[in-house]
């Protein structure tokens, strides 16, 4: 069946610095993939998505590339802030017929100032 | 427009004890679910509702039952709680299949 892996965490960085958080994906056909992000005490909120190949979502200044040859996800960021501490998780819908979301296990991010 | 909320926020309860937990959504979503999040484990899919009567098991359905009498409303019950029920329980919602979901903020049960 169709799966998400992410890298584990946590990921401590210091301001400023560059975040990758790594995302591969199995799956029947060509999802939509999207990163969602839950601050502490809080619901799942979503970051950024694309739905095809090719395809560069960005938000907040995170960007991921939907990577079909590599079956890749991964969420970039060029100068992270305190602010940005967070659960982030990588997640998949299937192209078709299905409506059932599959998330990852998330990997939570600590920035220090 | 609150989006998706959740009631209670915590609860605590002995094994064998019964609840529900509540979830409203004011976006006029068809689409509604429920998710339990453990550790390591990201969010796994209890139960889920494709419209207003409509009830579908998920990935973990075992010692939870759902309701959707109304369509802003997604009620999942526990009718004799286990210590392996304490977790985080998130309820989405989203208008169609293919659409971001939208969370509530989660209600933290602890089972003793």
């Known amino acids: 069946g169709d799966s998400v892996t992410q890298m584990e965490g946590p990921v401590t960085l210091s301001e400023e610095a560059f975040l990758t958080i790594n995302c591969t994906y199995t799956?029947?056909?060509?999802?939509?993939l999207f990163w969602y992000v839950q601050y502490p005490g809080e619901g799942l909120q979503l970051l950024l998505k694309?739905?095809?190949?090719?395809d560069k979502g960005s938000n907040k200044g995170f960007e991921a590339t939907y990577r079909k040859e590599t079956t890749s996800f991964h969420l970039e960021k060029g100068s992270v802030q305190v602010s940005d501490s967070a659960v982030y998780f990588c997640?998949?819908?299937?192209?078709?017929?299905?409506?059932?979301?599959?998330f990852g296990a998330g990997t939570r991010l600590f920035v220090k100032a | 427009n609150a989006g998706v909320t959740q009631t209670p926020k915590f609860r605590v309860l002995k094994t064998g004890q019964s609840m529900t937990l509540l979830c409203a959504q004011d976006?006029?979503?068809?689409?509604m679910y429920w998710y339990r999040q453990d550790p390591g484990m990201g969010l796994r899919l209890i139960h889920y509702?494709?419209?207003?009567?409509?009830?579908a098991k998920g990935e973990v359905p075992d010692g939870y039952n759902v309701s959707r009498l109304k369509k802003q409303n997604f009620l999942l019950g526990l009718e004799s709680a286990a210590p392996s029920q304490t977790s985080v329980y998130f309820c989405?919602?989203?208008?169609?299949?293919?659409?971001?979901?939208?969370f509530g903020p989660g209600t933290r049960l602890t089972v003793l």
């Open positions: 989405a919602s989203s208008k169609e299949a293919s659409k971001q979901q939208f």
């Open positions: 799956a029947t056909g060509y999802p939509s």
């Open positions: 694309a739905t095809k190949a090719d």
């Open positions: 997640a998949s819908l299937p192209a078709t017929g299905g409506f059932k979301t599959i």
């Open positions: 976006m006029n979503h068809e689409y």
């Open positions: 509702s494709v419209g207003e009567g409509t009830t």
